[in-house]
T-cell receptor, first 115, second 110 residues
Framework: GAGVSQSPSNKVTEKGKDVELRCDPI?????LYWYRQSLGQGLEFLIY????????KSGLPSDRFSAERTGGSVSTLTIQRTQQEDSAVYLC?????????????FGEGSRLTVL | EDQVTQSPEALRLQEGESSSLNCSYT??????LFWYRQDPGKGPEFLFT???AGEEKEKERLKATLTKKESFLHITAPKPEDSATYLC???????????FGKGTTLSVSS
């Protein structure tokens, strides 16, 4: 499809394990975002990539969270030593312009459950 | 600190019963206010961008308006397919991300 693709769609893991979530943005989109959505909470910004610029990591909640974007396309969000409070839906979005347009295209998310 | 507050948290309407959703914001220098729709199990879908007070945008039964402190999403004669969570967001000061409110969940019954 032509939309933002995320995998896995569901992930159940045990506390303390590491997880990797993948995002494949729309082809040609230079901006890529990761958000987290917990039950009853709004979308929480995690990290922003724009082209070859240094990413804005200001939203990452702890040093257990990291993300990379290879070749300006696919991105991977890694959570080390997962905790129960990490359980949430992790949403990826991409945009063809810098953030000021506000029109982000979201994937369907990866639902993470930490037991 | 940039902040977005939406009300009500939930709204139940009968088909054809018009109403409005509210989004109030606190941001230093508004650089855009954005409305999204989110269906269960899906990612948010972009609806509108508003940049300055007095601006209005329309799409089918939805109309978004903007003042200096808040935005309204007016829903005229809603249908069951309008049922969804509506999210409001502003651009952060760095211009790198959208700051979202918690949303209003709208249910329209026939």
């Amino acid at each position: 499809g032509a939309g933002v693709s995320q995998s896995p769609s569901n992930k159940v893991t045990e506390k303390g394990k590491d997880v990797e979530l993948r995002c494949d943005p729309i082809s040609g989109h230079t901006a890529l975002y990761w958000y987290r959505q917990s039950l009853g909470q709004g979308l929480e910004f995690l990290i922003y990539f724009q082209g070859n610029s240094a990413p804005d990591k200001s939203g990452l909640p702890s040093d257990r969270f990291s993300a990379e974007r290879t070749g300006g396309s696919v991105s991977t969000l890694t959570i080390q030593r997962t905790q129960q409070e990490d359980s949430a839906v992790y949403l990826c979005a991409s945009s063809s312009r810098t953030g000021t347009s506000g029109e982000l295209f979201f994937g369907e998310g990866s639902r993470l459950t930490v037991l | 600190e940039d902040q977005v507050t939406q009300s009500p948290e939930a709204l139940r309407l009968q088909e054809g019963e018009s109403s409005s959703l509210n989004c109030s914001y606190t941001v230093s220098g508004l650089r855009g206010l954005f409305w999204y729709r989110q269906d269960p199990g899906k990612g948010p879908e972009f609806l509108f961008t508003l940049y300055s007070a007095g601006e209005e945008k329309e799409k089918e039964r939805l109309k978004a308006t903007l003042t200096k402190k808040e935005s309204f999403l007016h829903i005229t004669a809603p249908k069951p397919e309008d049922s969804a969570t509506y999210l409001c967001a502003v651009l952060n000061q760095a211009g790198t991300a959208l700051i979202f409110g918690k949303g209003t969940t709208l249910s329209v019954s026939s």
